[in-house]
């Protein structure tokens, strides 16, 4: 139980409750694959691609070819956050404090849905038939943290080199041009970006970013603005580049919120949310990373 909810006691004189700054809720969930699962495990099944053969003579056997098939599995995990209001407490209060409660708990649930999203990028992932075999993310699919194009300026931060490496990499795997490009960023990247003339420059970007403050699509690639992006073991910035059908969020129990009294608490009401959801890379040749310093 808080034992900070004192300081909004009617003597107080403070008649609502303010959210202290964080990130509401889940920011990544609309930019990736979201699926239903009903199970602990699931298992999401992938075609390769194939080549046709050439009939070079007449009545020729017809040529069966072999369509590699194989699947990635993907866990449910749970989560929840409690908290209990006294009974005393909610007389004392000028307001009713449940709704605010369940709101920051729907906010660190969101939260934690983007984290699971973002370790997924890079985790090591479970597939074969039955699971049982493990593949990690490519260490080609990395841009160094002092990757430079010939004659630039060295910059360790978030370029426009690093951004054209990264499309010319997605562009060679032959990822499908339907298929939204994301990149997710911090405030620092974005900073990096906007002292660039050419992200600036209305020639190279209709989003106008240096009227609006922001980088919203450049290159291709959709920004998308989050403080938790993760950082290596150098803490340089892991920033993720991806296609949309390149990462899997599974969703068992979408975010619930129960509202109710605990008779084992004197009747303390109870603030209590859970969810119930997983990430899993779907496909190493849609997913890059850019390291960048800060």
């Not at 056997?61 to 449910?76: A, F, G, K, M, Q």
């Not at 209709?206 to 993760?230: H, I, P």
């Not at 290596?232 to 619930?256: E, W, Y």
Request: charged content about 25%; hydrophobic content about 35%; some cysteine.
């Amino acid at each position: 139980m808080s034992n900070l909810i004192t300081t909004a006691f009617v003597q107080q004189y403070k008649a609502n409750v303010e959210h202290l700054l964080q990130q509401k809720g889940s920011r990544l969930r609309p930019f990736v694959r979201v699926e239903t699962q009903n199970a602990e495990f699931d298992f999401y099944d992938r075609i390769g691609a194939t080549s046709a053969q050439e009939v070079t003579g007449r009545h020729q056997d017809t040529p069966l070819i072999n369509v590699p098939h194989d699947r990635r599995r993907c866990s449910l995990r749970d989560f929840d956050w409690a908290e209990l209001i006294d009974r005393q407490d909610r007389i004392r209060m000028l307001i009713d404090p449940t709704s605010p409660y369940s709101q920051n708990a729907s906010f660190a649930l969101g939260r934690k849905m983007d984290e699971v999203i973002l370790e997924s990028m890079y985790a090591s992932v479970s597939t074969g038939k039955t699971g049982s075999s493990t593949v990690t993310f490519p260490a080609g699919n990395t841009i160094a943290v002092n990757y430079v194009e010939s004659g630039s300026a060295v910059n360790s931060g978030l370029t426009i080199g690093k951004l054209r490496k990264a499309k010319e990499q997605l562009d060679q795997k032959e990822t499908d041009p339907s298929d939204p490009r994301y990149i997710i960023v911090t405030a620092k990247q974005v900073t990096d970006l906007l002292q660039s003339t050419e992200v600036t420059s209305s020639d190279f970007n209709s989003v106008k970013a240096l009227v609006q403050g922001d980088v919203n699509q450049f290159m291709g690639f959709e920004f998308v603005r989050t403080e938790l992006v993760t950082t290596d073991t150098n803490t340089h910035r892991r920033v993720p580049v991806f296609c949309k059908s390149g990462i899997l969020l599974a969703v068992g129990q979408d975010v619930n919120v129960d509202i109710g009294p605990r008779r084992d608490k004197r009747n303390s009401t109870q603030v209590y949310c859970s969810a119930s959801f997983g990430a899993v890379r779907m496909e190493e040749n849609k997913v890059l990373e850019i390291k960048c310093a800060e």
